[in-house]
């Protein structure tokens, strides 16, 4: 079993920049694992905000595409969102996750960390 934990989330003021944290425990993440982030705002359905697989390859989504970057440590199982100049309607629960498509397949979610973006 393999338990995912973030940090790095807080309160920030606009315009500011934070990098959230999540790292794989337990028996490791296989090959061929795809990271990730999505949030869920207040009200909101649950949105992805970037992928990385393990060849490297990013995904973001549009809002975000030229202010947050993702990037992974394979060795240290960890997966990083560097987010800067964000606004108020960035502000909800960040959440990462592992999934492997291959077999074995697996989904793993870690419990989420709330960013508020706000004055």
């Known amino acids: 079993q393999v338990q995912l934990v973030e940090s790095g989330g807080g309160l920030v003021r606009p315009g500011g920049s934070l990098t959230l944290s999540c790292q794989a425990y337990g028996i490791g993440l296989l090959g061929a694992t795809t990271l990730g982030w999505y949030r869920q705002a207040p009200g909101k359905q649950r949105e992805l905000a970037a992928t990385?697989?393990?060849?490297?390859?990013?995904n973001y989504a549009a809002s975000m595409e030229d202010r947050f970057t993702i990037s992974r440590h394979n060795g240290k199982n960890t997966v990083y969102l560097q987010m800067n100049g964000l606004k108020p309607e960035d502000t909800a629960i960040y959440y990462c996750y592992a999934r492997r498509v291959v077999a074995p397949t697996y989904t793993y979610w870690g419990q989420g960390t709330q960013v508020t973006v706000s004055s």
């Open positions: 990385i697989t393990s060849g490297g390859t990013t």
